[in-house]
């Protein structure tokens, strides 16, 4: 432009599109993870990553492979398994049937968004001697510590989700003379269903963090006392091991997710 | 059926948007209003629908609705409205599940209507795989599965490029020439109102009022491109537009 006598070459237009689409990338989560207990193994196989610093890996896979022998795994794992389901599932479902009253009616969200917002930032952890003097040593105390931690963050999300409902659909429901259930189970309920989700991702999170403090106040088997037994001998393998049943937990719940989303979402592909 | 407006005045806050609007909306013909942005056009629909209630003045159910007929008045959106999570025949079946109309009865209807408005081959589709013409046939296709006894459309074709757009027209104009409905037609486009009105109310600007009726008497079949009386109509009712349009622009400069 600048000097009109000179020929100017032609420039290919830059691509600058793509991007901001996430696609299905499933062995690179993989790789992450062998990457870095590759390298940990390494590292603790030559030394410079000293053995009181991180077991080894293949130390703790030892364990792990003790724990199965023994049967100590199931012992642990089934009451862990029991109370998270129990108490995630009692907090979800409260969580979501309040968090849509809260969408749907002014008056609840009058009177429960600012209780919500007074029990959101409480350490439930805190509440742990609270829950013991009302539901007992047992397990209710330990379901319902879960269910509580479930709750707070399942309702905010529920009723955000059913405020970002597109309110054209609602009226154009009504103006076909739906009934206000109908509404409700075929337009808000389908169109609230991504943040439901995506809502349940942090509560599940929050529930096993929840159920492995409920276990370490006061639990005779489950992974929260397998991991505070070890934790007080200096046991590095077998706390390692406890945080690997977490953390396989965790990665579990997600893809569970991740797959239920993809069945009732396939809609917003 | 017939809808009759009957002195209807209505206002948002301290904003008066309609004022004193009378008319009639008979069985088996298109009304369509015409007005510039934000004379309350969209409002006035609302009001005509139940979806808002007038602070003043009433709307009037003239007769019993035909026999069958699931939802007197219905809409068609602008945007559309259809649910992306249910295929085309999802959205239909929608507004037949609530009258109890399920299974072999429902299919019946909805291929009837899917056929009506040639997207048979796309009852499985989802929204999202549709192009804008074809969605605005689903809603159309939706509106006519409850037989409504009048069609409520705001601006159904606004969204739509124009070659669609006469597309759909000529569709409109074969739906109605088949089986006559009754219908009030919102549209910012004169050339619409004139294809598919034979009645057009003009509104003025804010607060709209009624400023004139035209009625156009020639068959809507007969209503071609580069008709001389028709242009002379469009050419009449653009001038009444102009007018309002120069008008509330010379308002805001006296602010
Ligand atoms: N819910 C509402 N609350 C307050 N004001 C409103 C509401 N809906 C519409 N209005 C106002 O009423 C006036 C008329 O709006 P309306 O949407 O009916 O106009 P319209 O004729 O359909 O305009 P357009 O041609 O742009 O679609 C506008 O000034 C708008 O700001
Ligand atoms: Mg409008």
């Given amino acids: 432009m600048s000097d009109a006598t000179a020929p100017t070459q032609p420039i290919e237009v830059r691509f600058r599109g793509g991007g901001f689409a996430p696609k299905a990338r ?17 590292g603790t196989r030559q030394g410079w990553i000293s053995s009181l610093t991180l077991p080894k890996p293949s130390d703790v896979l030892a364990t792990f492979g003790e724990l199965w022998e023994s049967g100590l795994l199931f012992k642990h794992l089934i009451p862990s398994l029991s109370r998270l389901a129990v108490g995630a599932a009692i907090g979800a479902s ?55 931690g479930t709750f707070t963050p399942t ?12 309110r054209s659909l609602i009226r154009m429901g ?43 106040l006061g639990a005779e088997y489950g992974i929260g006392a ?44 | 059926m017939d809808i009759r407006l009957d002195a209807i005045s209505h206002s948002y806050g301290d904003t008066e948007v309609l004022r004193d609007i009378s008319l009639d909306i008979p069985n088996g013909k298109i009304v ?20 808002e209630r007038a602070t ?71 929204p999202r795989q549709l192009s804008g013409g074809m969605k605005q046939r689903v809603a159309i296709a939706r509106a006519l599965a409850v037989k409504p006894a009048v069609m409520l459309m705001d601006e159904p074709l606004s969204a739509l490029d124009s070659q669609t757009r006469e597309l759909l027209m000529d569709d409109l104009v074969a739906l109605w020439t088949r089986q006559s409905f009754t219908a009030a037609y919102v549209t910012h486009n004169l050339a619409e109102a004139v294809r598919l009105g034979h009645r057009i109310v003009v509104l003025s600007r804010r607060p709209g009022e009624v400023r004139e009726i035209v009625e156009i008497d020639m068959p809507l079949a007969d209503r071609s491109h580069g008709n001389t009386k ?17 008008a509330a622009d010379e308002e805001l400069l006296d602010v």
């Fill in chain 2, 32 to 51: 369509c209003f015409v007005g510039p942005s934000g004379c309350g056009k969209s409002t006035l629909l609302r009001l005509i629908g139940g979806l």
């Fill in chain 2, 56 to 126: 003043k003045g009433r709307v009037l159910q003239l007769g019993t609705p035909p026999e069958g007929c699931l939802n007197p008045l219905t809409y068609v959106f602008q945007d559309f409205a259809l649910l992306p999570w249910r295929s085309v025949h999802g959205n239909i079946s929608l507004v037949l599940e609530d009258h109890g109309i399920k299974g072999a009865q429902a299919d019946t209807i909805i291929a009837d209507v899917l056929a009506r408005t040639k997207l048979s081959d796309f009852s499985k589709a989802l």
């Fill in chain 1, 155 to 166: 309702v905010v999300a529920t009723y955000g989700a059913v405020d970002n409902v597109d």
């Fill in chain 1, 226 to 269: 397998y991991i505070l037994e070890a934790g007080s001998l200096y046991d590095l393998e077998r706390l390692f091991a406890g945080v690997v049943i977490l953390s396989l937990l965790g990665v579990i719940l997600s893809t569970v997710i991740g797959f239920i989303e993809r069945r009732l979402l396939g809609w917003r592909a």
């Fill in chain 1, 94 to 148: 409260i969580g979501i049937a309040v968090g849509i009253m809260i969408g749907l009616f002014s008056y609840v969200r009058a009177g429960m968004v600012p209780l919500v917002a007074a029990i959101f930032p409480i350490p439930k952890i805190a509440l742990l001697p609270l829950f013991v003097i009302w539901f007992g040593i047992d397990e209710a105390s330990k379901y319902a510590l879960i269910a509580f």
């Fill in chain 2, 230 to 246: 028709l242009e002379q109509t469009q050419k009449h009712l653009w001038d009444m537009m102009r007018d309002e349009a120069r």
């Fill in chain 1, 26 to 42: 499933r062995w690179v989560g993989l790789f992450v993870f062998v990457f870095l207990i590759g390298i940990t193994e390494i």
């Fill in chain 1, 174 to 216: 009504q103006s076909f003379g739906l009934s206000w259930l109908s509404i409700v189970r075929k337009i808000v309920l389908p169109g609230a269903m991504p943040g439901i989700l995506s809502g349940l991702r942090i509560s599940l999170a929050i529930a096993i963090i929840l159920l492995v403090a409920a276990e370490m």
